[in-house]
């Protein structure tokens, strides 16, 4: 152990590579712990540095013993937290674990602790980008019937988003695809599929940030409905009552880019 009694796990960035990290604290009691991941991190000369593998045996048994401890609430919460992909997030989800395993009483509602409160934080944060991808992403159709949309999110809320989608496209067969993340979900018409490809792939476009201007070919009648609808918001928008500060405040700019109505 390092002079100043922190010990450093270093891990991918999983969820298995976090409860492992759980399971490692526990196993040789070190529950003063900085997680860090594996690429760039940096210690002092003194520290103890722990490379922690991905065992998905001892990842399982932390879970069902996370399962045991929270309501299905709690379990919500910790999932969004893990989404966030911070390390900040990351660091209060072992923090979490350390305590609800070290009390035999419930603690997930005590929010005087920092990472219960800061886990419920996250939370939020993350369901708000849910709902607002859900709320925002706009479909293309190209020439071949597939209806295809890129985003790029601010936390991995794809897994979040994927039953909303196929509840209300199940007679389209769509892609949305993570230009960040380098992933999309794709539904055939009976499953949703996980994908991984280039972006470039989809759209020559990405490096300009003009992700809706596909470079794959529109459908015809995709492209007048992007007139028309150009068009009637140009018919209703009344320039001299534009409020740009309130706008921003609903719809901030990051959003933009999903919107037709935004790329005139």
Known sequence: MSADGMVYYYFDGSMVGL??????????????????????AQHGLFSTVVEIPNNEHH????????????SQSSLRQFYFAYLSESLDAFQH??????YIFRHHHSVE???????????????????REKHRMEAFVRFKKTTDGLFLSLVRPDFNVLPLIQPHFKRRY????????DEQRK??????????????????????????????????QLDEQEEL?????????????IKERQNVKLHVQYLPKRYWRYLNEKLI
């Open 19 to 40: 409860l492992n990290c759980v399971f490692r604290a526990f196993q040789f009691k070190e529950f003063q712990v900085q997680l860090c991941f594996n690429e760039g």
């Open 93 to 98: 989800l072992f923090n979490y674990c350390i």
């Open 183 to 216: 992933y999309g979900l794709y539904y055939d018409l009976h499953e949703i599929h996980e994908v991984s490809l280039e972006a470039n792939e989809i759209d020559r476009n990405l490096a300009s940030g003009a992700s809706q201007s596909f470079q794959l």
């Open 59 to 70: 990842a399982q048994r932390v879970w069902s013993a996370i399962q045991q401890r929270l």
């Open 225 to 237: 409905y992007d007139q028309l609808w150009k068009d009637y918001f140009n018919s209703i928008n």
């Open 109 to 127: 509602k005590n929010y005087a602790h920092p990472s219960v409160l800061a886990i419920a934080q996250w939370a939020k944060k993350v369901g």
């Open 170 to 177: 199940q007679d389209q067969c769509w892609l949305i695809y």
